[in-house]
């Protein structure tokens, strides 16, 4: 549509009314999403009190948004099995059985940098630095490192990391940008960080580190998830096949050049979520009976990859993970050389069943739906 000169400055001042609201709209959905509640008490914090760990390894939690472990992949018509296999030559060891507790960035990841159900007030405090994990290890001599795809895990809040990157960016100026564009995706802040510029931050660091330990929570956009619009596209998994590629090509250099130059290092290699492809391509809850749902509606939604590459042999003692959230009291009795803070692992229960109808996994178990009592996953560790 064509915009006559004289009226640009009013349809600018519309524009910047509405991204200013939506905005606001969607700052205050990020904050009532979850159910907040203040942290009176960590259950791993009181295992630990004064105690010092054993060794302090350098840490990298690698997240590729929406990756999923093949059993997953192949129900979408994806064989991403040579990418299980490079990880597994490199040394990882696989948790193909492993889902988070929540079905979204935030909500699985402020939960695994508290080690807990519960969050703070604000739900990107945990994801923007300012969590139970970070927090302690700083306290044990280490830096800690965010680096983000987008501003997305700041917006609202204030980057609490050591080091972090992008720096954050008006949310503002990305709506209007969305709404100049002529339409509303979730990927549009993608567009305000250079991926370029993003994964050579991160191998920058990657090649320099030195002095101090160092905890590193890198959030790639890729592979990502469907659009959200409540609608499949007609090439949704098409889509995802693509951007599967080149989140494989990154997560292969990623990898690369830590060992490279960090081999005694911990690294988690790890989903969020879900990508969403099935049914509708969001949540379900307001579209389909419980009856209807499948364990890979289940598994597209809560879903999880995960993959830990441990220095020695010695994490076999502690090697106890059904949920994503399980990942750092996993870490920490590593650390620790002390298997009781395993006993900081949360309940294994999926939370907002609403989202998928009603359906519910429960210590690996699926009640509600088609596959009623069944595992969640069927694939062997």
């Given at each position: 549509?064509?915009?006559?000169v004289?009226?640009?400055p009013?349809?600018?001042?519309?524009i910047?009314f509405?991204a200013?609201?939506?905005?606001q709209?969607?700052?205050q959905?990020?904050?009532?999403?979850e159910a907040?509640?203040?942290?009176v008490?960590?259950?791993l914090?009181?295992?630990?009190?004064?105690?010092?760990?054993a060794?302090?390894?350098?840490?990298?939690l690698?997240v590729?948004?929406g990756y999923?472990?093949n059993e997953?992949?192949?129900a979408y018509g994806?064989?991403n099995?040579?990418?299980?296999?490079?990880l597994k030559?490199?040394?990882f060891t696989?948790?193909p059985?492993?889902?988070?507790?929540?079905?979204q960035?935030?909500?699985t990841?402020?939960?695994v940098?508290?080690?807990?159900?519960?969050?703070y007030?604000?739900?990107?405090?945990e994801?923007?630095g300012?969590?139970?994990?970070?927090?302690?290890?700083?306290?044990?001599?280490y830096?800690?490192?965010?680096?983000?795809s987008t501003d997305?895990?700041?917006r609202?809040?204030n980057?609490?990391?050591?080091?972090?990157?992008p720096?954050r960016s008006?949310?503002?100026?990305?709506l209007?940008n969305?709404?100049?564009?002529?339409?509303?995706?979730?990927?549009?802040?993608?567009?305000?960080?250079p991926?370029v510029q993003?994964?050579?931050?991160?191998?920058s660091?990657?090649?320099g580190?030195?002095?101090d330990p160092?905890?590193?929570?890198?959030?790639?956009g890729l592979?990502g998830h469907?659009q959200?619009?409540?609608?499949?596209?007609?090439?949704?998994?098409d889509?995802?096949?693509?951007?599967?590629?080149?989140?494989?090509?990154?997560?292969?250099?990623?990898i690369?050049?830590?060992?490279?130059?960090?081999p005694?290092?911990i690294?988690?290699?790890?989903?969020?979520?879900g990508?969403?492809?099935t049914k509708?391509?969001?949540?379900?809850?307001e579209?389909?009976?419980?009856?209807?749902?499948?364990?890979?509606?289940?598994?597209?939604?809560?879903?999880?990859?995960?993959?830990?590459?441990?220095p020695?042999?010695?994490?076999?003692?502690?090697?106890?993970?059904?949920v994503l959230?399980?990942?750092?009291?996993?870490v920490?009795?590593?650390?620790?050389?002390?298997?009781?803070?395993?006993?900081?692992?949360?309940e294994?229960?999926?939370?907002k069943?609403?989202?998928?109808?009603?359906?519910?996994?429960?210590?690996?178990i699926?009640?509600?739906?088609?596959n009623?009592?069944?595992?969640?996953f069927?694939?062997?560790?």
């Open positions: 549509m064509r915009v006559n004289p009226k640009l009013h349809l600018l001042i519309v910047s509405v200013n609201s939506a905005t709209l969607l700052a959905r990020d904050r009532t999403d907040s509640l203040s942290i008490e960590n259950r914090q009181s295992l630990i009190q004064e105690r010092v760990p060794v302090t390894p350098n840490i990298y690698l590729y948004d999923v472990p997953t992949m192949l994806i064989d099995s040579f990418q299980e296999e490079y030559g490199q040394g696989l948790y059985q492993t889902y988070s507790v929540a079905n960035s935030i909500s990841m402020s939960r940098l508290n080690a807990s159900t519960e969050n007030d604000d739900s990107r405090r994801v923007s300012d969590g139970i994990i970070q927090n302690t290890l700083r306290g044990f001599g830096e800690t490192y965010g680096i983000f997305y895990f700041f609202g809040s980057s609490t990391y050591d080091f972090s990157y720096e008006l949310s503002r100026g990305i209007l969305a709404i100049l564009m002529g339409e509303f995706r979730f990927d549009i802040v993608l567009l305000s960080s991926r993003f994964v050579e931050t991160k191998q660091i990657f090649e580190v030195t002095g160092i905890f590193m929570y890198m959030h790639s592979p469907s959200n619009s409540g609608a499949c596209l007609p090439d949704e998994t889509r995802f096949r693509t951007r599967l590629t080149g989140a494989n090509i990154e997560m292969q250099l990623d690369k050049t830590i060992i490279e130059n960090e005694e290092a690294i988690i290699v790890a989903g969020d979520h990508p969403h492809l509708n391509c969001v949540g379900t809850g579209r389909y009976d419980i009856s209807e749902i499948s364990r890979l509606d289940i598994q597209d939604r809560f879903g999880t990859f995960l993959a830990v590459r441990w020695t042999e010695e994490f076999a003692k502690y090697d106890d993970i059904t959230q399980d990942l750092f009291p996993t920490f009795a590593y650390l620790f050389h002390d298997e009781i803070m395993l006993e900081s692992k949360i294994p229960s999926t939370l069943p609403w989202f998928i109808s009603g359906a519910s996994v429960q210590n690996g699926i009640y509600g739906g088609i009623d009592g069944e595992p969640l069927v694939t062997d560790r």
